[in-house]
């Protein structure tokens, strides 16, 4: 039985392998069929009573943020699943997400197998597996914050285009579909999904919420609630979409001093954090026998504890140096 084992982990393998290459060469293939297909399923992600603005009795902002019930199917009861589909949604808003999750479990038991396969040990395979299925998250979560920065520094651009469009007597439908087609990308696609939505029966006031829902930003809930509010109450909206571009602009100017103040406090912290792994790669090359004895036994688990203090350490100096504006 033991000797089975072995086979039956290359072989399951070898399989995961395939799949991936499978679902990655589906999803990349034929991305105008996904898009179509999409549209025609009558529940446009992001869309539709997803997401609720307006603000609290304290005057706080009210933001509720959910994905569609048939997206996330029985995996919405799930903790954490909601949160992971809405970071995936941010990132890449025509990917799947079962798709994603199958990617996710599938580097899992790569990762695990081939590890145990190595090293014969059930606890660095069971560490693998866990690695194998937070890289993909990680990566994720780093596409959504460039994407994230990038579409909050062209909105005052996007703001003001949209005013200058209110201002020349065009219609709101009318500038979401220029803005598409003039702004740059990202926040162009942006614009293009939303204009498409309401092309095809959708809801005005649904596609801006559920535009709002990928675009997860303050800013851009306040030009999402200044337009519900003027398509119920009237008003010149032109003048408070560049009321809010200006106001958007000296935030990230404050932003900016407030980074360049706190840079001392940051790069600080990186050099906390890499001096000690920079003096042990010194002892141990200046004297391997010495440095050594942390790389045997209970010198590891040592090396384990160093290691996660300080990346504690320099999570708290993140957290003091960060000021919200």
């Not at 982990?9 to 179509?36: C, H, N, T, W, Y």
């Not at 996330?72 to 949604?89: C, I, T």
């Not at 930003?217 to 008003?235: C, H, K, P, Y």
């Amino acid at each position: 039985m033991d000797g089975m084992i072995f086979p039956i982990l290359i072989a399951a393998s070898v399989g995961l392998v395939v799949f991936l290459a499978v679902q990655i060469g589906a999803a990349l293939a034929d991305p105008e069929k996904r898009k179509l297909k999409q549209r025609l399923s009558g529940e446009l992600r992001g869309g539709g009573g997803g997401q609720a603005l307006g603000y609290g009795a304290d005057g706080t902002e009210v933001k509720s943020i959910t994905i569609h019930q048939q997206e996330l199917g029985f995996l919405a009861r799930v903790p954490y699943m909601p949160a992971l589909a809405r970071k995936l949604l941010q990132a890449y808003p025509d990917f799947s997400f079962h798709k994603f999750l199958a990617i996710c479990l599938g580097l899992s038991l790569l990762a695990g197998s081939i590890t145990f396969l190595v090293t014969t040990q059930p606890a660095m395979g069971v560490i693998a597996a866990a690695i194998g299925f937070y890289a993909p998250v990680l990566f994720v979560d780093n596409r959504r914050a460039r994407r994230q920065k990038l579409l909050s520094e062209q909105l005052p651009e996007a703001l003001d285009f949209l005013s200058r469009i209110l201002r020349a007597g065009h219609s709101l439908s009318t500038g979401l579909q220029m803005m598409s087609e003039e702004l740059p990308q990202p926040m162009a696609a942006e614009f293009r999904r939303a204009y498409d939505q309401h092309s095809l029966g959708q809801n005005m006031d649904d596609c801006l919420k559920g535009m709002s829902t990928r675009v997860e930003s303050t800013d851009f809930a306040f030009f999402v609630t200044a337009v519900l509010i003027q398509r119920q109450t009237g008003g010149d909206l032109s003048e408070v979409l560049s009321n809010i571009s200006e106001m958007i602009r000296q935030r990230m100017r404050l932003q900016s001093h407030v980074k360049a103040k706190t840079a001392e406090g940051r790069f600080t912290g990186y050099i906390l954090t890499g001096f000690p792994a920079v003096m042990f790669g010194i002892s141990y090359m200046l004297n391997p026998d010495y440095a050594g004895v942390l790389l045997h036994g209970k010198g590891i688990l040592l090396l384990c504890v160093a290691f996660g203090l300080c990346m504690m350490g320099l999570y708290c100096i993140k957290k003091i140096t960060t000021v919200r504006v």
